[in-house]
């Protein structure tokens, strides 16, 4: 089984498991290869590649489940994999609301229409990466004088297949790309401390890169614009979310709205589909089918056909995020939201998450806000899934009659989520991607800043 793709080991783990006598089982594969290049202060520090393949096998007997991986494919070895696979599964415990999806539910179409592959990147020379990570550093150390060290700058690329195949007689699989370009440089303040700021972009592919030397240019302008930053006094301000800041908001908001949330009661949306909870502003949408994206798929975790969804709309929760499982757990209906390792059971979770943009350009929103708190980076993981309480280290720039009047650090905001939501108003125009999420600029319309 040496040259076997993806697909015909999830395919032969499938057969094998129905041979063993398995009621219902699915198979997930993985075949890639990674590389890392990296650079510091122009010279190569870091040379990685590696492949690796892994396959994941469920097997369902009477509610029963197991779930075993392995990345040893030597035939008698993988056949015996798959016997104690089976026999693990007749010896758990049994759960009612395990089973794999309904036929129906399962994907038909192809992968070709979503762009996850870019030969370009399957072909990219380690010296091409070299490059790359030189001219991003070198960029972000010659854009200011104040600039006086790096942590580096790194490209990443994976290149893989993906292939998923169960009992059902669903078998499909696709392949797939992405590349990474980050760096990091430190400026030094006045008084000898530094300030550190990094800059990323992550695509399916090398077209949508964004260019080295602007990624450098980017990471150094924002250390460079926190000298001098200051402590600020406790007060109730609007807060202001730059788009990568906004991305990491909605991102905790998502991870409150899945069925797993649900069932485990861990999210303060329990109980509340259909109610308005956020500001009209609020349009808060996953979106698997977007070409090109981090999180494209033609299906998800357990081969179910992938499909857009609003978690909100103008506010009004619509409902969460299912896989099989937490559909039946909730009584609904999976959104085909699975998301799945070789070694775990599915769990959903969002796939593309888009907060829609507004109409008001960034500019706009700053130069409307009389006094207030711009946040350019989170710190600290302070949020409570379970009541929406949120408490974040952040830094960024405080506002003063509409205009930036200085940088900001060791501060602080609190609020809950809910009333966070509730309060945006307003929503910029300036949507920006980051790897599997995209916002814009936010503005919510008071929360607590205080010092640290």
């Known amino acids: ?189 006045a008084d000898g401390k530094k300030r550190n700021a990094y800059w990323f972009s992550s695509e399916r592919s090398l077209r949508g890169l964004m260019e080295p030397a602007t990624l450098g240019r980017i990471a150094a302008q924002r250390a460079v614009d926190q000298l001098g930053a200051r402590k600020v006094e406790t007060k109730r301000v609007p807060v202001i979310f730059e788009p990568m800041m906004a991305a990491q908001l909605v991102g905790d908001v998502a991870r409150c709205a899945t069925g797993g949330a649900l069932y485990r009661g861990a999210t303060f949306l329990a109980g509340k589909v259909g109610q308005q909870i956020g500001s009209t502003g609020v349009t808060l949408v996953d979106d698997p089918t977007e070409p090109g994206r981090a999180g494209s798929r033609p299906f998800d975790g357990e081969g179910v056909a992938s499909a857009r969804h609003t978690l909100f709309e103008k506010g009004r929760f619509e409902g969460f995020l299912f896989d099989c499982y937490t559909a039946r757990r909730a009584d609904a209906r999976t959104t085909g939201s699975a998301q799945r390792g070789v070694a775990s059971l599915p769990e959903p979770g969002a796939a593309n998450l888009v907060l829609a943009p507004g109409p008001t350009p960034a500019e706009e929103i700053v130069a409307g806000t009389s006094e207030g708190l711009l946040v350019t980076a989170l710190m600290g993981f302070g949020f409570n899934p379970t009541t929406g309480d949120y408490s974040r280290g952040v830094a960024g720039f405080w506002i003063e009659n509409g205009a930036i009047a200085y940088p900001v650090a060791e501060a602080n905001i609190s609020g809950n989520v809910a009333e966070m939501l509730a309060q945006v108003d307003a929503v910029g125009s300036d949507l920006t991607w980051f790897g599997a999420t995209a916002a814009p600029t936010v503005r919510i319309a008071e929360m607590t800043v205080s010092g640290t």
Not at 14 to 38: N, P, W
Not at 68 to 89: G, I, M, R, W
Not at 127 to 138: G, N, Q, S, Y
């Open 1 to 189: 089984m040496a040259d076997a793709t993806p697909l015909d080991l999830a395919a032969r783990a499938v057969a094998l498991a129905q041979t063993q006598g398995a009621e219902q089982c699915d198979a997930i594969a993985f075949a890639h290869t990674e590389a890392t290049v990296s650079v510091r202060l122009g010279e190569i520090e870091k040379l990685i590649e590696a492949g690796s393949s892994s396959l994941g096998l469920r097997v369902i007997d009477g509610g029963r489940t197991a779930v075993c991986s392995t990345s040893d494919f030597a035939p008698a070895t993988f056949e015996q994999f798959v016997a104690d696979t089976v026999e693990l599964a007749r010896i758990s415990a049994p759960d009612e609301h395990a089973g794999l999806p309904e036929r129906e539910l399962l994907a038909t179409a192809g992968a070709e229409a979503l762009r996850l592959y870019d030969e370009r990147i399957d072909n990219l020379s380690t010296e091409e990466k070299i490059v790359m990570a030189r001219d991003c550093e070198a960029a972000a150390l010659a854009h200011d004088p104040r600039i006086t060290n790096s942590e580096g700058a790194s490209v990443s690329t994976r290149v893989g297949e993906l292939a998923l195949a169960n009992s059902e007689g669903f078998a499909a699989g696709y392949p797939a790309t992405s590349v990474s370009l980050m760096t990091e440089v430190l400026a030094d303040d």
